[in-house]
């Protein structure tokens, strides 16, 4: 069993969460010329990279190395540092205007939403109630021990954020509401979350890019108001995503079967928003779709969670509350997610 399969065990996981801070930096970042750059080179970060093949670094705030991995050995050499390395001067991180920024910051007056992904499967041989997906749901899936036990941490949800711009959130309360009135939602913001979000290979495996355009088949997505008080407006949300290959049952074979990946999924929710502030306090979406065809690693071939014929994968949308430095994470995170050349914002 390789070194990588032990490792990564739940005492490790544990170990991490509570002692180090994972990090994960785009090679560009760490050697663009701004503040931020400059910021994780005194790390020595452009030197040290996280690989597909499990190769990492612990290192200090200023870049003294302390092990390839994030053991109790580690840990104590941390520890025993003076206070002065082990810790990052704050005035070292100064505050950054926007034309300094190489990460970009969530639009201004904008609304972030959390988006959590995860595998799902159906009870009794498909045909039954939704579920989480368990390791027996993956029939590609080696019987090794060492392999099992990284995958069934692999499954779990992930999480990334989507952004909405002021004007666009704000398009979305209706001025004069009545109950059953219905408000077509930009057909930008049903795109953006179909090709940007609505990715079970990118949200899983980063292996999948954005969807582009010409493979999108339906996007849409539209609001119809079901109560109004003094205090609250409420909105109901349905639409439809379809993206990708149209599904073919005799194609949607595993491994390496010809139908290409396809996903498409119902989209329902509840908005909420405040009368007094204008403001949203409740943004749920769920969209409980179906996935098929081949999940293509960087070589094209099949990875071990492809599943034969259409299998469940969900995504559920939540508003973001801010108190974390993660709702500031760029969507996809990446800065470059959302630069003016992917179109995320529309045209």
């Known amino acids: 069993?390789?070194?990588?399969?032990?490792?990564?065990?739940?005492?490790?996981?544990?170990?991490?969460?509570?002692?180090?801070?994972?990090?994960?930096v785009p090679t560009w970042l760490a050697r663009a010329k701004t503040p931020e750059g400059e910021l994780l080179r005194v790390a020595g970060i452009q030197d040290?990279?996280?690989?597909?093949s499990g190769y990492m670094s612990c290192i200090t705030a200023d870049g003294d190395y302390l092990g390839d991995r994030p053991t109790k050995d580690v840990l104590e050499k941390f520890r025993a540092l003076p206070e002065d390395k082990r810790r990052l001067d704050a005035k070292a991180i100064a505050a950054l205007e926007p034309k300094d920024e190489s990460v970009p910051a969530p639009p201004e007056g904008g609304l972030v939403l959390r988006v959590h992904a995860r595998f799902l499967a159906r009870d009794g041989e498909g045909q039954g109630a939704l579920r989480r997906a368990t390791l027996d749901d993956f029939p590609l899936l080696p019987d090794e021990p060492g392999l099992r036990r990284v995958w069934r941490i692999f499954i779990e949800p992930n999480v990334e954020c989507l952004w909405l711009t002021a004007a666009e959130w704000q398009a979305l309360v209706p001025?004069?509401?009545?109950?059953?009135?219905?408000?077509?939602?930009?057909?930008?913001?049903?795109?953006?979350?179909?090709?940007?979000?609505?990715t079970p290979q990118r949200a899983t495996t980063s292996e999948g890019g954005i969807v582009r355009k010409d493979r999108l088949k339906e996007a849409r997505i539209e609001l119809e108001v079901t109560e109004v008080s003094s205090e609250r407006v409420a909105m109901g949300l349905r639409g439809f995503v379809h993206w990708g290959s149209d599904y073919d049952e005799s194609k949607a074979t595993s491994p390496n079967g010809p139908l290409a990946q396809g996903y498409e999924t119902p989209l329902h929710g509840r908005l909420e928003v405040d009368r007094s502030t204008g403001r949203f306090t409740r943004f749920d979406i769920v969209a409980p779709g179906d996935v098929w065809g081949r999940w293509g690693d960087a070589n094209g071939k099949s990875m071990v969670v492809e599943r034969p014929g259409r299998a469940p994968f969900g995504f559920a949308f939540e508003l973001a509350t801010g108190d974390s430095p993660t709702d500031r994470i760029p969507p996809g995170g990446n800065g470059r997610y959302v630069a003016k050349e992917t179109g995320y914002f529309g045209e």
């Not at 990588?4 to 990090?23: K, M, Y």
């Open 1 to 24: 069993m390789s070194r990588e399969l032990t490792f990564w065990n739940d005492e490790t996981i544990a170990r991490i969460r509570e002692h180090f801070v994972a990090a994960s």
């Open 48 to 52: 040290r990279w996280v690989t597909s």
């Open 175 to 198: 001025k004069d509401p009545k109950v059953g009135e219905t408000i077509a939602v930009d057909r930008r913001i049903a795109e953006r979350m179909a090709r940007f979000h609505l």
